[in-house]
């Protein structure tokens, strides 16, 4: 009878999250406090999470190739993802454009005459093309470059599964080391209640008075339709393809979808999403491919705040966008979702295409570079969302193939 219920990972991720929302509301006034001295915390827990996520990716991945045991099944998961992906970001896109344009009425035109942004260069298709292949072995983990690390993995995984096929070879040694980094990443995951209170408090502090009036609108808009995209699309998705209710679904994703807010990192929030996932009942080996596939190129959040943020930013200039221009932002934003995976601010990078791709100033980027970490946290937690429900279908038609 000794045994004590324990509190879950994801009550004391909630609680530490209320209490870094109520301390970084005390330390407004003296923000340098909670950037000097709290926020460092928070980016030792991040590193960890960071150094673990490249080997875990790689193995993971490779473990799962493996797993399948067959290269055509490998090959019908993945266009599955990918056109889940690309759908459900259209979906998103689409959802962002509607919304901003419903409260367009709320957006102020700005004096905007002096607005410098420096824009970054954009990413040509084929430069993203020939930059997913890497050319040294050791350089993706290195520069965590995440589509170099999954075409790696993909390769090698493809390599043994074709030498067992020519001799019996055991795989022991790559599930041993996925079994190593899981335990690793287990460990680094028990401190996520301390990591989200020292990464959140410092936001809360820094941008307390910074989110008042028309910034204040359009992150309300943007949240608006990350909640609506994640309830409408992503719960009629798990319950037509994978018979799972939106509750627990929902439910079961609680401890990921609180640490993607607090984190801002999609790759970060991957060891707690697969747990979840796993949990929900999805296949190992899938989510083993699928997840960190999806942590790299679905961007179904990013997509909803490149709509929001063309329609703030064309008001704020008293530019009106039109029906064509509206369907160019969102094909553009569904390609910039995979075309710039992998590039750090990848958000702030597809805005300024999405932007050019319709005429708009990039200067306008600056109206919203401040607050851009809010509006992160909000999309990290939708695309990684996205990611779950993905996975969790994937598992679901595979399985139903099997059965018949």
Same mark, same amino acid.
């Given at each position: 009878?000794?045994?004590?219920?324990?509190?879950?990972?994801a009550?004391?991720?909630?609680?530490?999250?209320?209490?870094?929302?109520?301390? $970084?509301?005390?330390?407004?006034?003296?923000?340098?406090?909670?950037t000097?001295?709290?926020?460092?915390f928070?980016?030792?827990?991040?590193?960890?999470?960071?150094?673990?996520?490249?080997?875990?990716?790689?193995?993971? *991945?490779?473990?799962?190739?493996?797993?399948m045991? !067959? +290269?055509?099944? @490998?090959?019908?998961?993945?266009?599955?993802?990918?056109?889940?992906?690309?759908?459900?970001?259209?979906?998103a896109?689409? +959802?962002?454009?509607? =919304?901003? %344009?419903?409260?367009?009425?709320?957006?102020?035109v700005?004096?905007?005459?002096?607005?410098?942004?420096?824009?970054?260069?954009?990413?040509?298709?084929?430069?993203?093309?020939?930059?997913?292949? #890497?050319?040294n072995?050791?350089?993706?983990?290195?520069?965590? %470059?995440?589509?170099?690390?999954?075409?790696?993995?993909?390769?090698i $995984?493809?390599?043994?599964? =074709?030498?067992? /096929?020519?001799?019996?070879?055991? &795989?022991?040694?790559?599930?041993?080391?996925?079994? @190593? &980094?899981?335990?690793?990443?287990?460990?680094?995951?028990?401190?996520? #209640?301390? $990591?989200?209170?020292?990464?959140?408090? #410092?936001?809360?502090?820094?941008?307390?008075?910074?989110?008042?009036?028309?910034?204040?609108?359009?992150? =309300?808009?943007?949240?608006?339709?990350? +909640?609506?995209?994640?309830?409408?699309?992503?719960?009629?998705?798990?319950?037509?393809?994978?018979?799972?209710?939106p509750?627990?679904?929902?439910?079961?994703?609680? #401890?990921?979808?609180?640490?993607?807010?607090?984190s801002?990192?999609?790759?970060?929030?991957?060891?707690? %999403?697969?747990?979840?996932?796993? %949990?929900?009942?999805?296949?190992?080996?899938?989510?083993?491919?699928?997840?960190?596939?999806?942590?790299?190129?679905?961007?179904?959040?990013?997509? +909803?705040? /490149?709509?929001?943020?063309?329609? &703030?930013?064309?008001?704020?200039f008293?530019?009106?966008?039109?029906f064509? /221009?509206?369907?160019?932002?969102?094909?553009?934003?569904?390609?910039?979702?995979?075309?710039?995976?992998?590039?750090?601010?990848?958000?702030?990078?597809?805005?300024?295409?999405?932007?050019?791709?319709?005429?708009l100033?990039?200067?306008?980027?600056?109206?919203v570079?401040?607050?851009?970490?809010?509006? !992160?946290?909000?999309?990290?937690?939708?695309? *990684?969302?996205?990611?779950?429900?993905?996975?969790?279908?994937?598992?679901?038609?595979?399985?139903?193939? /099997?059965?018949?």
């Open positions: 009878m000794e045994k004590k219920k324990k509190m879950s990972l009550t004391k991720i909630f609680i530490a999250l209320v209490l870094g929302i109520i301390v $970084g509301m005390l330390l407004i006034s003296h923000a340098s406090i909670a000097t001295y709290i926020k460092p928070g980016t030792i827990f991040l590193n960890l999470i960071k150094w673990v996520v490249t080997p875990l990716v790689f193995f993971s *991945i490779m473990s799962g190739v493996i797993s045991r !067959d +290269i055509r099944k @490998v090959g019908s998961i993945g266009i599955k993802t990918i056109v889940y992906y690309l759908c459900t970001t259209a979906f896109i689409t +959802i962002g454009l509607f =919304l901003a %344009n419903v409260f367009k009425g709320f957006f102020p700005l004096q905007t005459t002096d607005l410098v942004y420096e824009a970054s260069e954009p990413v040509n298709f084929m430069d993203t093309l020939v930059g997913i292949f #890497p050319s072995f050791f350089k993706p983990f290195v520069e965590a %470059n995440m589509l170099q690390i999954i075409v790696a993995s993909l390769i $995984g493809f390599a043994l599964l =074709l030498v067992e /096929q020519q001799r019996e070879i055991e &795989f022991t040694m790559v599930d041993t080391l996925n079994d @190593v &980094f899981m335990k690793s990443m287990e460990m680094i995951v028990a401190l996520s #209640p301390i $990591g989200v209170f020292c990464l959140i408090c #410092p936001v809360v502090a820094e941008n307390g008075p910074a989110v008042l009036g028309s910034l204040a609108k359009v992150l =309300l808009v943007a949240y608006i339709a990350y +909640i609506l995209h994640a309830v409408i699309v992503y719960s009629l998705s798990v319950k037509i393809g994978a018979g799972l209710s509750i627990a679904f929902f439910k079961g994703m609680m #401890p990921a979808i609180m640490f993607a807010f607090s801002a990192s999609s790759v970060g929030t991957l060891p707690i %999403n697969l747990e979840c996932v796993e %949990n929900l009942g999805a296949d190992k080996d899938i989510a083993s491919f699928v997840l960190p596939l999806g942590a790299t190129i679905n961007m179904d959040g990013t997509a +909803i705040y /490149q709509g929001v943020c063309a329609v &703030f930013i064309a008001s704020c008293g530019i009106s966008l039109t064509p /221009q509206m369907l160019t932002i969102v094909l553009t934003a569904t390609l910039a979702s995979i075309g710039t995976a992998g590039v750090p601010g990848a958000g702030m990078v597809m805005l300024a295409m999405v932007l050019a791709s319709v005429g100033p990039v200067e306008g980027i600056a109206l570079a401040g607050v851009d970490r809010i509006f !992160d946290m909000g999309r990290t937690t939708v695309n *990684i969302t996205g990611d779950a429900s993905c996975t969790i279908i994937v598992s679901a038609i595979e399985r139903r193939k /099997q059965a018949k």
